[in-house]
T-cell receptor, first 111, second 114 residues
Framework: KNEVEQSPQNLTAQEGEFITINCSYS?????LHWLQQHPGGGIVSLFM???GKKKHGRLIATINIQEKHSSLHITASHPRDSAVYIC?????????????FGTGTSLTVIP | SAVISQKPSRDICQRGTSLTIQCQVD?????MFWYRQQPGQSLTLIAT?????????ESGFVIDKFPISRPNLTFSTLTVSNMSPEDSSIYLC???????????FGPGTRLLVL
């Protein structure tokens, strides 16, 4: 079983739709990242969360530490949002940090 | 924000050879990370590179296969040694600014091993 599970794996939406991508994890964490990977491999870190909610433009990320769950929302989706979205959790320990990555959600927004 | 560059951007290599990937950051950072993304997979952390100390490797990765240098606070290299086709991946470096809440990733190096 993966430490980080994302759903859905693939998502196709019409331009303008509200999109939600979910991430559940099974380990204790110190932080959770949402990453965006465009075709060609470049990765952008969208958010780092340790509690609550963050908003950046049309993107909103929430995390529930008790339920070990995070969601990434995209409002008024646009074709340029088409990318792979990856959830990553950071587990800190006395021996160092350990990252666990989800397998990603491939989003396609159709004009 | 940070500007991170990687060299080479892509390469095709023969089995048994080694390739050194460079990562350059436009500002000083404490921690630099090296990741691998195999085809169809998500990211896997290879190691954390701290300036002035040996890199810390994750389970499944060893220094003999992936030697790392970190000569200063803006530069690091990852060498993929004695390559095999299974090493064909995208290799990415990233940086984490102490006190900031965002991790920045380089553009990646696409490696194909024949």
């Amino acid at each position: 079983k993966n430490e980080v599970e994302q759903s859905p794996q693939n998502l196709t939406a019409q331009e303008g739709e509200f999109i939600t991508i979910n991430c559940s994890y099974s380990v204790g964490i110190s932080a959770l990242h949402w990453l965006q990977q465009h075709p060609g491999g470049g990765i952008v870190s969208l958010f780092m969360l340790s509690s609550g909610k963050k908003k950046h433009g049309r993107l909103i990320a929430t995390i529930n530490i008790q339920e070990k769950h995070s969601s990434l929302h995209i409002t008024a989706s646009h074709p340029r949002d088409s990318a792979v979205y990856i959830c990553a959790v950071l587990q800190g320990s006395n021996t160092g940090n350990q990252f666990y990555f989800g397998t990603g959600t491939s989003l396609t927004v159709i004009p | 924000s940070a500007v991170i560059s990687q060299k080479p951007s892509r390469d095709i290599c023969q089995r048994g050879t080694s390739l050194t990937i460079q990562c350059q950051v436009d500002s000083q950072v404490t921690m630099m990370f090296w990741y691998r993304q195999q085809p169809g997979q998500s990211l896997t952390l290879i190691a954390t590179a701290n300036q002035g100390s040996e890199a810390t490797y994750e389970s499944g990765f060893v220094i003999d296969k992936f030697p790392i240098s970190r000569p200063n606070l803006t530069f690091s290299t990852l060498t993929v040694s004695n390559m095999s086709p299974e090493d064909s991946s995208i290799y990415l470096c990233s940086v984490d600014f102490s006190g900031k809440e965002t991790q920045y990733f380089g553009p990646g190096t696409r490696l194909l091993v024949l």
